[in-house]
């Protein structure tokens, strides 16, 4: 958001949340096949029964407690879809709203990853020279802070 301000107020700043989220996708994925990796945290082995396993991909067991009780594991699901402007502005704007966390957006090669959280977004590419020009073509959205945060 401008002036590194977090969470949007009104459906004008929402409005400036998509347009940035979707023109950095857009430079990364037009046109192409993405995968959609959603994240869901619990104590449990195995998926939850209330979660629809469409789109289950795999489990993994983050924290081993020797305490069953206190394991958790995060289970990845993973929706192929063709990137369009717009085609995840809801899921977007859950995350903008730090409703849903975790959530990657990559190419099938997994060689770009955009990481939307809310207040901002994290983009791992290729190169650094990649990297590099996104950076540049859009330095103006940057944080002011002296940290970049």
Request: hydrophobic share 35%; proline share 5%.
């Amino acid at each position: 958001m401008p002036e590194s301000k977090w969470y949007a107020d009104d459906e004008s700043e929402y409005t400036v949340v998509l347009e940035r989220y979707n023109t950095v996708l857009d430079e990364l994925f037009a046109g192409a096949d993405v995968y959609v990796i959603t994240p869901l945290w619990t104590t449990e082995a195995e998926v939850p029964s209330l979660q629809p396993v469409t789109g289950y991909w795999q489990s993994l067991l983050v924290e081993d407690d020797p305490d069953p009780e206190f394991r958790t594991y995060c289970h990845l699901f993973a929706a192929r879809r063709l990137w369009r402007r717009g085609c995840i502005d809801e899921s977007l704007r859950d995350i903008a709203d730090d409703k849903v966390a975790g959530v990657l957006i990559t190419d099938t090669r997994m060689q770009r990853i955009h990481h939307p959280y809310d207040g901002g977004a994290d983009v791992f590419l290729a190169t650094s020279e990649e990297r590099d020009r996104v950076r540049d073509r859009h330095a103006d959205w940057l944080s002011r802070h002296p940290s970049g945060l």
